[in-house]
């Protein structure tokens, strides 16, 4: 057992330790036992079966919370086991607007209005889920003796998918998980995670129908834990309605017979029903059909990245949570004069601006403003549009070109949290002053009066840098900048929220990668001699000729290019190591992956990495969780593209997962055909 944890593999997001198996045949992953579980959000399987942890949900008011949950009326039930009456190993009380039943007894609410704090806290757990809930069942799990054996919420009172919330409050207790497959869940994986004192723990999509849960016995634990299970009860249905709901929705974690069994049920009602929904319907059923039969072998060769819960594949099962974020990819296509965006996880590319751009290059976007900035080095400009979300989700924009910047030739761009812009490359001045290399701000209160750009940093040896006016004297009325000798030919730009990063293009004598901070007190023109401020800039890592991509990440510093022995690929320096780097010796620097030729990349504000490859023609993306190695999953063709950027908003409560969009189109067809 010793020799087999030293060959152990550490996967990046939510404490995820280990696989259970290394020659290729897709397991599950085990979270670790040690330490408090971090945030989560990701699928535990391929069945769509998602697992939400927020472990400071209710940091604020949890003791106050904790206090008045203590004075709701807890009894000790009793339930049947194989014909024997036991007491439950825990107290309990029921509050909501339906009876609940389980374990063979049914229960009557109490009213809401004898616990305003349970109305409190569903509140805010509904602003987070985006569900509805309409009952909670809350326990009170006195030590560690108290617990709850393995079962699934899977009653037909909560319907098909249902989504679970739990919040807890006091002892931090295990939490475990254990996947059902072919109605067997004895030699399942299995999942293990720490709740927190204020957490939530929310399960949906499929993993009712697919994962059983428990609360396991600690005899080291002496304090209370207070959990609150919020649920939807809802009407029982009938006819049709309810055999798609047991049979279809079974698919998802059953063999594929399941299927056939229900076209037997439905046929035996209404055999013309039943062939009809077959024959109008046949991809979609075959859709299904595929999505019980998929082994994991299968699951690999669809390109799916288990360790981010993003895919790739043809077969688009995966669509956004109430409360999740819609991911819009854009991307600059120059040969074909224009920009087109996919909505992840569906590769395909739809147009967003088609006209008045003659070299579209790079990008940025401003989410706060939602605003798309595109760079044209032919027209010697950079654009701004107004962008906007349609309610069928298709990414617009307004209609109207706006200029950022005039007589500028941008190679990079980034947005900080403010909304101001960063632009590197070079301004076109007009005889006999010539332009030089370096990085411009424009504030975000700016674009609308087309301020001119400010001057931040310039290429140097560390002196002040005056501003010129048309005949090439020195402006007195404007700051200098600082110049440093770590800017020759700057390319791809990125910021954080205090600290400007650049790449550079064409290295020359200056470093690859450097940090500085985005705003420099400078002084006027004239009078006292102006001071030194090499120190201002910094270098960060030197083991590329050429960047040609940058991203800030929450794990570290992504960036690609062609280094000065190897292959063109992207590297990382992880977060312990951005302030200072290693640009000495680049020992800090860590190869992430292997990419023919990448222009550019984006992260997604989340787990995931995407790499424009122009050697591909393909956008490609890596798990960004951890600065280590990883394989390139495509997720997207993309012949001639230049350059990329990621534009997230709040999701408008989708309700579906891809499988539930196949079930909902299924049944729409065939009440039509009744």
């Known amino acids: 057992m010793v020799s087999r944890r030293k060959h152990v593999k550490r996967m ?26 971090q945030p989560f959000w990701g699928y535990l399987d391929r069945r769509g079966s998602v697992l939400r942890y927020l472990p400071d949900f209710a ?108 919040v807890t409050f006091g002892a931090e207790r295990d939490f475990d998980l254990k996947e059902c497959r072919k109605g067997s869940c004895r030699s399942a994986g299995r999942i293990r995670i720490r709740l927190a004192h204020g957490s939530l723990l929310v399960m949906s999509g499929a993993t009712q129908e697919c994962w059983q849960h428990s609360l396991p016995r600690r005899k080291g634990v002496q304090d209370e834990r207070m959990d609150l299970t919020f649920r939807k009860v809802i009407e029982s249905t009938k006819g049709v309605i309810t055999s798609i709901k047991h049979y279809v929705i079974s698919c998802a974690c059953r063999p594929a017979s399941a299927l056939a069994l229900f076209f037997f049920r439905a ?14 319907n046949a991809a979609v059923w075959t859709a299904l059909l595929v999505f019980g039969a998929l082994s994991g072998s299968d699951a690999l060769k669809l390109g799916i990245n288990w360790e981010t819960g993003f895919e790739s594949s043809g077969l688009q099962w995966k669509s956004p949570l109430p409360g999740e974020t819609e991911r819009y990819l854009i991307a600059s296509f120059p040969k074909d004069f224009k920009i087109s965006y996919a909505r992840l996880p569906d590769p395909t590319w739809r147009p967003l601006i088609v006209h008045n751009l003659s070299n579209p290059a790079a990008l940025a976007v401003d989410e706060q403003n939602m605003r798309l900035f595109v760079a044209d080095p032919t027209a010697s400009k950079v654009f701004w549009y107004k962008l906007k979300v349609l309610p069928s989700k298709f990414l617009v924009t307004e209609g109207l070109q706006h200029v950022a910047a005039e007589n500028m030739i941008a190679k990079g761009m980034a947005v900080s949290q403010a909304g101001d812009l960063f632009i590197s490359g070079r301004v076109v001045a007009s005889p006999p002053l010539t332009g030089h290399s370096a990085i411009y701000k424009q504030a975000a209160d700016g674009f609308e009066a087309a301020s ?57 004598n200056a470093s690859a990668l450097v940090r500085g901070p985005q705003t420099v007190p400078a002084p006027l023109p004239g009078g006292a001699a102006a001071p030194k401020s090499k120190a201002g800039a910094h270098a960060l890592a030197n083991n590329l000729q050429a960047v040609t991509g940058l991203a800030i990440t929450s794990s ?86 230049h350059a990329i950027t990621m534009l997230t908003v709040p999701s408008m409560a989708t309700k579906v997962t891809g499988l539930g969009v196949a079930l909902v189109t299924a049944v729409a067809s065939l009440l039509s055909s009744v």
């Not at 569903?122 to 617990?147: A, H, P, Q, W």
């Not at 046929?267 to 009809?276: C, F, Q, T």
């Not at 010796?585 to 023919?596: L, P």
């Open 59 to 166: 940091s604020r008011n949890a003791e106050d919370w904790l206090r008045r949950l203590r004075s709701l009326p807890y009894t000790q039930g009793r339930v049947k086991v194989f014909g024997k009456d036991y007491a439950e190993p825990r107290l309990t009380c029921y509050f909501g607007d339906k009876a609940y039943t389980y374990s063979g007894r049914t229960i009557e609410p109490l009213p809401w209005s004898r616990a305003p704090v349970l109305q409190d806290i569903r509140k805010e757990v509904e602003s987070i889920t985006g569900e509805s809930f309409n009952s909670v069942l809350c326990n009170r799990y006195r030590n560690g003796d108290d617990t709850v054996g393995w079962h699934a919420d899977n009653e037909p009172i909560y319907g098909p998918q249902p989504t679970i919330a739990s």
């Open 267 to 280: 046929g035996s009602a209404s055999p013309d029903l039943a062939s009809m929904a077959w024959c109008r």
């Open 556 to 641: 570290g510093i992504f960036y690609a290019g062609r280094p000065v022995q190897g292959r063109p690929g992207i590297f990382a320096l992880r977060s312990e190591d951005s302030l200072n780097g290693c640009a000495a010796d680049d020992h800090c620097v860590h190869r992430v992956a292997q990419v023919s030729n990448p222009v550019d990349m984006c992260w997604d504000g989340d787990a995931t990495l995407f790499i424009a490859d122009s050697g591909s023609g393909a956008v490609l993306s890596v798990p960004s969780s951890t600065a280590s190695r990883h394989a390139v999953v495509k997720v997207a063709e993309a012949l001639g593209v």
């Open 452 to 508: 001119p750009l400010k001057r931040l940093w310039t290429a140097g040896d560390g002196s002040w840098i005056p501003v010129l006016n048309t005949d090439g004297a020195p402006a007195t009325s404007e700051p200098m900048s600082p110049s440093t000798p770590e800017i020759y030919q700057p390319g791809p730009v990125a910021v954080d929220m205090f600290t400007l990063y650049w790449g550079n293009a064409i290295k020359g």
């Open 12 to 37: 990046p997001a939510c404490s995820i330790a280990r696989k259970h198996t290394f020659q290729g045949q897709l397991k599950l992953f085990e979270i670790n036992e040690s330490g408090s579980t």
